[in-house]
């Protein structure tokens, strides 16, 4: 069976003009999954575009999703990296304390003429670069 389409007047192929219709079957299944692989794996968007140049697959996106979807070779390229468990914390940080009874203050700063760190050299240098910092302890 052949899908009538509105592209008569072009000089295209008679299987683009009139495409032959698929149903969802395993064997058309596997027909997406090789198109797929021979395409080097190429996307969601770019396997039925290039089924349709010959034959119509009624929900064919959909169906190429999920024949790409199970594809190893693009699960293992398209993953995301594995993120670590945290380590522990020390103990001496596992102890507990009233709030804001353990702080830390930065001593030093950048001091007189010296860059900020990462600052670049080629760039106008910034009023904030030469701060300097001063610390009481009484």
């Given at each position: 069976?052949?899908?009538?389409t509105?592209?008569?007047?072009?000089?295209?192929?008679?299987?683009?003009?009139?495409?032959?219709?698929?149903?969802?079957?395993?064997?058309?299944?596997?027909?997406?999954?090789?198109?797929?692989?021979?395409?080097?794996?190429s996307?969601?968007?770019?396997?039925?575009?290039?089924?349709?140049?010959?034959?119509?697959?009624?929900?064919?996106?959909?169906i190429s999703?999920?024949?790409?979807?199970?594809?190893?070779?693009?699960?293992?390229?398209?993953?995301?990296?594995?993120?670590?468990?945290?380590?522990?914390?020390?103990?001496?940080?596992?102890?507990?304390?009233?709030?804001?009874q353990?702080?830390?203050?930065?001593?030093l700063?950048?001091g007189?003429g010296?860059?900020?760190?990462?600052?670049?050299?080629?760039?106008?240098?910034?009023?904030?670069t030469?701060?300097?910092?001063?610390?009481?302890?009484?």
């Open positions: 069976m052949k899908v009538k509105k592209l008569i007047l072009g000089e295209d192929s008679d299987d683009f003009q009139s495409p032959v219709v698929l149903p969802d079957t395993p064997i058309v299944r596997l027909y997406i999954e090789y198109v797929h692989k021979t395409m080097m794996h996307g969601v968007q770019t396997t039925p575009n290039r089924i349709r140049e010959h034959y119509w697959v009624p929900h064919g996106r959909g999703r999920k024949v790409v979807s199970k594809c190893v070779v693009c699960k293992r390229h398209s993953n995301k990296p594995v993120q670590p468990d945290t380590a522990p914390l020390p103990l001496d940080r596992r102890k507990r304390v009233a709030a804001f353990v702080t830390g203050v930065p001593y700063g950048n007189p010296e860059k900020m760190p990462g600052a670049f050299s080629h760039k106008k240098p910034r009023p904030y030469n701060r300097s910092y001063l610390l009481y302890i009484l």
